[in-house]
């Protein structure tokens, strides 16, 4: 048994069994690959050992000499935090180990068992109670700013989603996130699946809009040998993939009508046929869906179903634009900069008052996203110190800060200025800048400028500027 090899273990047992012969034998065993084992006779015994001591599970018999090992059950789970019981019995008490699984028993052995089963049996509370724990130790977080990673926000519209975060992720309750591109949706569908019960099974993502229709299909269900030219194989689909765990349909709304009545049929009847197949797949997966578009503007113009909408909608969560989150913005910019900080090796310390307020101001159309690649961009080419104005993007300055940007002067050692020359200079920068953003287009050129087309081709020709590829 184990080849001799002992195990690490940290976890304390409790075994509580009137055989000593027995109570010796699984001191022993479990001692011995690493467990540490306190081991009593009696129901008092037991009660005395745990008023001294902290246990991650119990073995119990449920027939002792001085007490019904049920009654004890009842206590042990009545404690605070749930301490984990592990019922032993006869043959004949397997209708009593039955009711003590329904009375919040982990599992039952039935005697005689075999040591190695015990073991296995052991490991896999111990790893369940670990995993309850570490889900406990989220949802505590989840009550916080932080949850999950890049989940930050105190403003009221990520306070409600962070709401429905807590109340929903336990559920197997189908759920639509909304909101534009890059405002965090799927890191929420992952935080819903990693507080949840299935978080140790599969979260399996599918973007619905960035996949050929005629692809997306096997993507979602499989396909059998043969099913279409290519098929040399068989092939699960993501819903078999995630089977146990939660499927995340990113871009919902970008589905084809044909498969949307493939994926209500899933829902309704949590079954489905691969392509080419005759024979349905039953499967257990909890559906989280997303997407940008105004599924009910889709509605209504005959582009998505109706039933489908309602069967994904059961309960919606929307996800605010980053611009609408007030100082959200400049925390998330904290929290970015920290991890990037790590990654990348940077030591980047903060941002000055002034960029602080300039981003405040812009309006993220990338929203989240935006914003993490800003602060990754400035961890890998700035490195190193306060992040200023002069580090962020044009786009992000307004149309004045662009201009003094762009033509800055330094006067403080010069007598004087040529006032012409230099509005030639700007002049002549500007009109190159335009030409070359339109690819040297002129009616585009001219929109872009605000002028008169006749007004530009006569700089032009006044100035000299001509297409290089006239040249």
Same mark, same amino acid.
């Given at each position: 048994m184990n080849g001799g090899v002992v195990h690490k273990h940290n976890e304390h047992l409790l075994v509580i069994e009137d055989e000593v012969e027995l109570r010796e034998s699984l001191t022993e065993i479990l001692g011995h690959i690493g467990y540490h084992v306190t081991a009593v006779g009696t129901a008092h015994a037991a009660r005395t050992a745990l008023n001294e001591g902290l246990f991650d599970l119990v073995l119990l018999d449920v027939r002792l000499p001085d007490g019904d090992g049920i009654g004890l059950l009842q206590e042990f789970r009545a404690q605070e935090g749930g301490l984990e019981v592990m019922i032993m019995t006869g043959f004949a008490d397997v209708e009593v180990a039955v009711n003590a699984m329904r009375l919040g028993a982990a599992d039952f052995l039935r005697k005689p068992f075999d040591m190695d089963e015990l073991l296995v049996r052991v490991e896999e509370v111990l790893k369940k109670r670990q995993l309850v724990q570490e889900h406990r130790v989220l949802r505590q977080e989840v009550q916080g700013m932080q949850v999950g990673e890049g989940v930050v926000g105190r403003c009221p519209s990520m306070q409600k989603v962070l709401e429905t975060v807590r109340l929903a992720a336990d559920s197997d309750t189908t759920i639509l996130i909304t909101g534009e591109s890059g405002t965090g949706k799927e890191v929420i569908a992952r935080t819903l699946h990693e507080l949840s019960e299935r978080a140790e099974k599969p979260f399996v993502p599918i973007n619905c809009g960035a996949i050929p229709e005629e692809l997306l299909e096997s993507e979602l269900f499989g396909h059998v040998k043969g099913a279409f030219t290519g098929?040399?194989?068989?092939?699960?689909?993501? !819903?078999?993939?995630?089977?146990?765990?939660?499927? !995340?349909?990113?871009?919902?709304?970008? =589905?084809?009508?044909?498969?949307?009545?493939?994926?209500?049929?899933?829902?309704?009847?949590?079954?489905?046929?691969?392509?080419?197949?005759?024979?349905?797949?039953?499967?257990?997966?909890?559906?989280?869906?997303?997407?940008?578009?105004?599924?009910?503007?889709?509605?209504?113009?005959?582009? !998505?179903?109706?039933?489908?909408?309602?069967?994904?909608?059961?309960?919606?969560?929307? =996800?605010?634009?980053?611009?609408?989150?007030?100082?959200?913005?400049?925390?998330?910019?904290?929290?970015?900069?920290?991890?990037?900080?790590?990654?990348?090796?940077?030591?980047?310390?903060?941002?000055?008052?002034?960029?602080?307020?300039?981003?405040?101001?812009?309006?993220?159309?990338?929203?989240?996203?935006?914003?993490?690649?800003?602060?990754?961009?400035?961890?890998?080419?700035?490195?190193?110190?306060?992040?200023?104005?002069?580090?962020?993007?044009?786009?992000?300055?307004?149309?004045?800060?662009?201009?003094?940007?762009? !033509?800055?002067?330094?006067?403080?050692?010069?007598?004087?200025?040529?006032?012409?020359?230099?509005?030639?200079?700007?002049?002549?920068?500007?009109?190159?800048?335009?030409?070359?953003?339109?690819?040297?287009?002129?009616?585009?050129?001219?929109?872009?400028?605000?002028?008169?087309?006749?007004?530009?081709?006569?700089?032009?020709?006044?100035?000299?500027?001509?297409?290089?590829?006239?040249?």
């Open positions: 098929a040399v194989k068989s092939r699960p689909g993501r !819903f078999e993939v995630a089977n146990g765990g939660t499927i !995340f349909l990113d871009e919902i709304g970008d =589905m084809s009508p044909k498969l949307q009545v493939k994926l209500l049929r899933v829902l309704q009847e949590r079954c489905f046929e691969p392509v080419g197949s005759h024979q349905p797949v039953e499967v257990d997966v909890r559906v989280l869906a997303a997407t940008h578009r105004d599924l009910e503007e889709e509605i209504r113009n005959g582009r !998505f179903r109706e039933d489908l909408y309602y069967r994904l909608n059961v309960i919606p969560l929307h =996800m605010p634009p980053l611009r609408a989150r007030g100082d959200d913005i400049l925390l998330l910019a904290e929290h970015f900069m920290q991890q990037f900080n790590v990654e990348k090796g940077a030591r980047i310390e903060g941002v000055d008052e002034e960029t602080r307020r300039m981003m405040m101001r812009y309006s993220w159309p990338g929203n989240v996203r935006e914003l993490s690649n800003l602060m990754e961009r400035l961890a890998t080419l700035k490195r190193e110190g306060v992040v200023g104005v002069e580090d962020l993007p044009s786009k992000m300055l307004s149309e004045e800060e662009r201009l003094d940007r762009d !033509f800055d002067i330094d006067v403080s050692e010069m007598e004087c200025v040529d006032f012409n020359a230099l509005i030639e200079e700007y002049e002549n920068r500007l009109l190159g800048m335009a030409l070359k953003r339109c690819e040297w287009n002129k009616n585009q050129a001219a929109k872009f400028l605000s002028l008169n087309r006749t007004t530009l081709v006569e700089k032009l020709k006044k100035k000299g500027m001509q297409s290089p590829a006239s040249n």
